[in-house]
Nanobody, 125 residues
Framework: QVQLVESGGGLVQAGDSLRLSCAAS????????MGWFRQAPGKERDFVAA????????NYADSVKGRFTLSRDNAKFTVYLQMNSLKPEDTAVYYC??????????????????WGQGTQVTVSS
């Protein structure tokens, strides 16, 4: 079973940047598509971004396109979510997830089998 640990969250002001990291426990990390989802209080967990095993294919939610960039380092078993031009509406708990659909940067919640515990991102206006 893959264990995922997120880090990098915090409190920032609107317009600032943050980089989230997600470290995986397994050497089979490169076999997984990796994704990020977020959940604001009282709302459902929504897709943010995904990257396939090689990093060649990515998908982003419309709300973050042009502001967020997802990348991965398979040698370090880690994915990075660079978040720029943050807005108050980006405030949420951000979750890293792994999908065995390794060649597709899937946006579907149900495709993800393994989840991290989440990291809080708060953007003040």
């Amino acid at each position: 079973q893959v264990q995922l640990v997120e880090s990098g969250g915090g409190l920032v002001q609107a317009g600032d940047s943050l980089r989230l990291s997600c470290a995986a426990s397994e050497r089979t990390f490169s076999s997984y598509t990796m994704g990020w989802f977020r959940q604001a209080p009282g709302k459902e967990r929504d897709f943010v971004a995904a990257i396939n095993w090689s990093g060649e294919n990515t998908n982003y939610a419309d709300s973050v396109k042009g502001r967020f960039t997802l990348s991965r380092d398979n040698a370090k078993f880690t994915v990075y979510l660079q978040m720029n031009s943050l807005k108050p509406e980006d405030t949420a708990v951000y979750y890293c997830a792994a999908s065995i659909r390794y060649n597709i940067a899937t946006m579907k919640y149900d495709d993800y089998l393994y989840w991290g515990q989440g990291t809080q991102v708060t953007v003040s206006s």
